[in-house]
């Protein structure tokens, strides 16, 4: 029977599809098809992919935000880290004095789960509920992002690198296989006047955008923007954060020109990425060697052997390309 041909794969496609329903209608929602999962081909199954069969240990050490952190201290001497004041598992124990404009508080396993005091200073009870509400179920469930409910979830405060989010600048560094395929570069995320562009290795901008610029071209960031003069060095940094990875975002925040560190992500919006130009997205699919992931290059037991054989052919069948020469 063939794999690629069909019956077996549109089975196994069709259990996954079954098991996450409310994964599979948000991508059917922002992709426009079913994700093909037992054997993908673009970007996007692939990631489904990654979501539903790749268990890496090292995914739960990305998806906690305080393991992050020790990872960029590795490099002490090339990176700033926002300062961590507290941890706990009780916000009830964080110190009164925390409860600043200058401090955030952030669970550590999950994405936007952050208290801004400088917005809510003096909704203590509401504060203390949100927390709670944090911490009573794993993040990423629902979505198939594992990895976070794999870490033990915790409360930590951190000083705020800056005072307002408008001054800095976020870069993103999409890496297949250790190498840059291209950066983002947010000015103000998840700020109504935020701003972005792509950018590659070099640091020149490229046409595509990401999906936001693309409805609306005024989020874009002006025609006269250059990109901090620390961008060589969040590059080299990437490179050495995601050396032997099948793929992988690392993330940089810039102040006052001084690097931070700031996330690494196996699942960059959930799963669920686009940008403005189909034929970019589509060479990224064709960048990503499942053949270097965990599950491919760990043994396997069972059914998984047989279908880590399977699969290892199809990519070979597809084929990988390079990286490519993006304007």
């Not at 990654?50 to 990305?62: H, I, L, Q």
């Not at 400088?118 to 009870?125: E, F, G, L, P």
């Not at 290892?312 to 597809?318: T, Y």
Request: proline content about 6%; overall charge positive.
């Amino acid at each position: 029977m063939s794999w690629s041909s069909g019956p077996l794969a549109r089975l196994i496609d069709k259990a996954i599809h079954s098991t996450h329903r409310k994964a599979t209608r948000a991508f059917r929602h922002e992709i426009g098809a079913l994700p093909r999962v037992a054997l993908p081909v673009s970007y996007s199954d692939k990631m489904f992919w990654r979501r539903v069969f790749d268990r890496s240990p090292a995914f739960v050490a990305y998806c906690d935000k305080l393991e992050t952190k020790e990872i960029f201290r590795r490099f002490p001497d090339r990176l700033h880290i926002a300062e961590t004041l507290w941890t706990g598992d009780d916000p009830a124990e964080l110190p009164a004095g925390l409860r600043h404009p200058d401090i955030v508080v952030k669970m550590n396993a999950g994405c936007d789960r952050n208290w801004f005091f400088r917005h809510r200073q003096d909704d203590h009870q509401t504060f203390l509920a949100t927390c709670r509400d944090w911490l009573s179920l794993p993040y990423g469930v629902e979505g198939i992002e594992w990895a976070y409910g794999a870490a033990r979830r915790k409360l930590f405060a951190e000083r705020c690198v800056a005072p307002d989010p408008r001054c800095i600048d976020e870069i993103k560094v999409q890496l297949f296989g250790g190498e840059i395929f291209y950066s983002m570069i947010y000015r103000g995320e998840k700020t109504p006047e935020g701003l972005s562009a792509i950018f590659d290795v070099e640091g020149r901008r490229l046409r595509v955008t990401n999906s936001i610029v693309a409805k609306d071209p005024g989020r874009a960031l002006p025609k006269d923007y250059r990109v901090p003069a620390c961008y060589g060095e969040a590059m080299r940094l990437a490179r050495e954060l995601a050396a032997g990875t099948d793929y992988l975002r690392v993330d940089f925040m810039v102040v006052d020109g001084k690097l931070y560190g700031g996330e690494i992500t196996p699942y960059p919006a959930a799963g669920l990425m686009t940008n403005s130009d189909p034929a970019v997205l589509a060479a990224m699919g064709r960048c990503w060697d499942l053949r270097k992931s965990w599950f491919m290059t760990t043994p396997q037991t069972g059914w998984r052997a047989i279908y880590q054989q399977r699969l290892r052919e199809h990519v070979d069948a597809l084929g990988v390309e390079p990286i490519p020469i993006l304007a």
